[in-house]
């Protein structure tokens, strides 16, 4: 099955590694198009944030490992984060 976040991740993570050319500002733009449930920022420190859009985790929810905010110091592992919380509110 064709699953929209997973492919529109994999064209984010050329973005993440640095590719020439690629500004922060583009990073996050590809980023919050890859990721629309996530509302996707980068502090003045430089640390990527996202949280989720419109959605209240359970405490279940919370049990299983899935995160209302997730943040990481780098963008390819700030993109991992946002893969791996995507698949397990697939798999929830």
Not at 37 to 55: H, L, M, P
């Amino acid at each position: 099955m064709n699953n929209p976040a997973t492919n529109a991740s994999h064209r984010t993570t050329s973005l993440c590694d640095g590719e020439k050319g690629i500004t922060p500002v583009d990073a996050l733009d590809a980023l919050r198009v890859a990721f629309p449930a996530w509302s996707v920022f980068r502090s003045d420190a430089g640390v990527f944030y996202a949280t989720r859009r419109g959605v209240r985790l359970r405490d279940a929810d919370i049990d299983k490992g899935l995160r209302q905010t997730v943040c990481a110091d780098d963008a390819t592992a700030f993109l991992s984060l946002l893969e791996d919380q995507t698949r397990m509110a697939a798999t929830s």
